[in-house]
């Protein structure tokens, strides 16, 4: 069964330094999404990309974040200068195949990420 | 305003029964789609079931269910014949009018043998 693949699953970085988290979304998706859970919370939503640019973001997605879908497989979550706040589980999630469009996500494993 | 109420933060069911996990949402969207995701202790998301607006039934997925009351704008989850498997935390989750799924708080399930 396809499924959502992120690398890496934890992820240990000092404050100030830039990271990159990374999704391979489900290959006939064309919806990709982030959400972040700090420990213990609700998940919240960050971002969703499609076509090729953000479709939605939230007031969490400030200029410290960007995302990028290098190719036709990769999507990227980069956090510029990270923050001990910015600690926290990052999910990626992809839906809607190419001949239908679907409310359903499908999440990936996570990256926990862990600022020091 | 969009926003999912979870009001049991823990829950505790005898192996074998069935258990209803309460979630109510607000939404102006007449279009909209809401979700069930259980989160075992190992950290990952698991999809569970699906209800759309505009459903007339309520969706089912082998021991899961969701008992859709539009009018009362909730959406629980029930689980028959608990397993020890489904200890787990429980987020109710809606996506209206945009890309954003928002979540609620979650209930963690407690299954005893």
């Known amino acids: 069964e396809p499924e959502v693949t992120q690398t890496p699953s934890h992820q240990v970085t000092q404050m100030g330094q830039e990271v990159i988290l990374r999704c391979v979304p489900i290959s006939n998706h064309l919806y990709f999404y982030w959400y972040r859970q700090i420990l213990g919370q609700k998940v919240e939503f960050l971002v969703s990309f499609y076509n090729n640019e953000i479709s939605e973001k939230s007031e969490i997605f400030d200029d410290q974040f960007s995302v990028e879908r290098p190719d036709g497989s990769n999507f990227t979550l980069k956090i510029r200068s990270t923050k001990l706040e910015d600690s926290a589980m990052y999910f990626c999630?992809?839906?809607?195949?190419?001949?239908?469009?679907?409310?359903?996500?499908?999440f990936g494993p996570g990256t926990r990420l862990t600022v020091t | 305003a969009q926003k999912i109420t979870q009001t049991q933060p823990g829950m505790f069911v005898q192996e074998k029964e069935a258990v209803t996990l309460d979630c109510t949402y607000d939404t102006s969207d007449q279009s909209y789609g809401l979700f069930w995701y259980k989160q075992p202790s190992s950290g990952e998301m698991i999809f569970l079931i699906y209800q759309g607006s505009y459903d007339e039934q309520n969706a089912t997925e082998g021991r899961y269910s969701l008992n859709f009351q539009k009018a009362r704008k909730s959406a629980n989850l029930v689980i028959s014949a608990s397993q020890l498997g489904d200890s787990a935390m429980y987020f109710c989750a809606m996506r209206a009018g945009g890309f954003k799924t928002i979540f609620g708080a979650g209930t963690r399930l407690f299954v005893k043998a």
């Open positions: 999630a992809s839906s809607g195949g190419r001949h239908t469009i679907t409310y359903e996500q499908y």
